[in-house]
T-cell receptor, first 113, second 114 residues
Framework: SQQGEEDPQALSIQEGENATMNCSYK?????LQWYRQNSGRGLVHLIL?????REKHSGRLRVTLDTSKKSSSLLITASRAADTASYFC?????????????FGSGTRLQVQP | ETGVTQTPRHLVMGMTNKKSLKCEQH?????MYWYKQSAKKPLELMFV???????ENNSVPSRFSPECPNSSHLFLHLHTLQPEDSALYLC?????????????FGQGTRLTVV
């Protein structure tokens, strides 16, 4: 089973709406990160939230972290067609000391103009 | 442009060929990674290098052979691959230290094994 699992797998919304994606993980972590990937291209880092933080904002992005539930959410407000991409959460592993990131399967977001 | 460059962007190779993927970063990072991304599967971590030393090999078949001659360059040598090895191969780098930092990814090499 994978460390990070995103939910939903796919999401289609209209421009201007908000998009919420969720991520669950299994181990203790030092931090959780969200990445974006346009089709067939590399991943781009969006935001990092540390295990002692509960919420973080960056522009139109809002990330929450609940370490008791081992879950995180990514909210994109006032979505734009250009936000169409796949979004992944990634975590390190404090249990093993592994700092290399483990990624989930991602959420494919489609924003209709 | 993330500062991590991968070449080639696309590669088609036969099962008996030998080829190499190249990754280069000039961000001053000390950790470099190879990931494999297959359709409808999570990114799979293949190899991790810290300060040119391999620190992780996630049970990757020996037909994939990594090489890290210095902290700025990472190669993935390919030999007698199988069609199921067709995937997007992503290189990433990070400044490994402390509580973790973001990873910078290259654009990937789309590999097709025929």
């Amino acid at each position: 089973s994978q460390q990070g699992e995103e939910d939903p797998q796919a999401l289609s919304i209209q421009e201007g709406e908000n998009a919420t994606m969720n991520c669950s993980y299994k181990t203790s972590i030092n931090n959780l990160q969200w990445y974006r990937q346009n089709s067939g291209r590399g991943l781009v880092h969006l935001i990092l939230i540390r295990s002692n933080e509960r919420e973080k904002h960056s522009g139109r992005l809002r990330v929450t972290l609940d370490t008791s539930k081992k879950s995180s959410s990514l909210l994109i407000t006032a979505s734009r067609a250009a936000d169409t991409a796949s979004y992944f959460c990634a975590t390190d592993n404090e249990d093993t000391g592994r700092r290399a990131l483990t990624f989930g399967s991602g959420t494919r977001l489609q924003v209709q103009p | 442009e993330t500062g991590v460059t991968q070449t080639p962007r696309h590669l088609v190779m036969g099962m008996t060929n030998k080829k190499s993927l190249k990754c280069e970063q000039h961000l001053g990072h000390n950790a470099m990674y190879w990931y494999k991304q297959s359709a409808k599967k999570p990114l799979e971590l293949m190899f991790v290098y810290n300060f040119k030393e391999q620190t992780e090999n996630n049970s990757v078949p020996s037909r994939f052979s990594p090489e890290c001659p210095n902290s700025s360059h990472l190669f993935l040598h390919l030999h007698t691959l199988q069609p199921e090895d067709s995937a997007l191969y992503l290189c990433a780098s990070s400044q490994d230290g402390g509580q973790g930092t973001e990873a910078f990814f290259g654009q990937g090499t789309r590999l097709t094994v025929v």
